[in-house]
Nanobody
Framework: QVQLVESGGGLVQAGGSMRLSCAAS????????MGWFRQAPGREREFVAA????????YYADSVKGRFTISRDNAKNTVDLQMNRLKPEDTAVYYC???????????????WGQGTQVTVSS
């Protein structure tokens, strides 16, 4: 059974940093684009960042470009999201997702984690 489990959320002050991690069950990971999405209260879920299967191609939403960095470790089946210079508008539930055999620009993901809350105080 496919599982994606996020960790690392919590409360941080504006301007601070936080690192999210997602652990994926085995076979889906190495041929999947991995992405991070977020959903704030009352808003639709939005794309944050994605990384290709080799880790060489990365894609970011304009709102996080230059502040967030996505990375993956295929040996450990993990994908991380390093978030710097956090803003109150980054407050949301953050979800890890996997898209098998897709391009890094895909918005169609096959598997989702349960989400982790990130709260940025002003």
């Amino acid at each position: 059974q496919v599982q994606l489990v996020e960790s690392g959320g919590g409360l941080v002050q504006a301007g601070g940093s936080m690192r999210l991690s997602c652990a994926a069950s085995g076979r889906i990971f190495t041929d999947s684009v991995m992405g991070w999405f977020r959903q704030a209260p009352g808003r639709e879920r939005e794309f944050v960042a994605a990384i290709g299967w080799s880790g060489g191609v990365k894609y970011y939403a304009d709102s996080v470009k230059g502040r967030f960095t996505i990375s993956r470790d295929n040996a450990k089946n993990t994908v991380d999201l390093q978030m710097n210079r956090l803003k109150p508008e980054d407050t949301a539930v953050y979800y890890c997702a996997a898209a098998r055999g897709a391009a890094v620009t895909t918005r169609k993901y096959d598997y989702w984690g349960q989400g982790t809350q990130v709260t940025v105080s002003s």
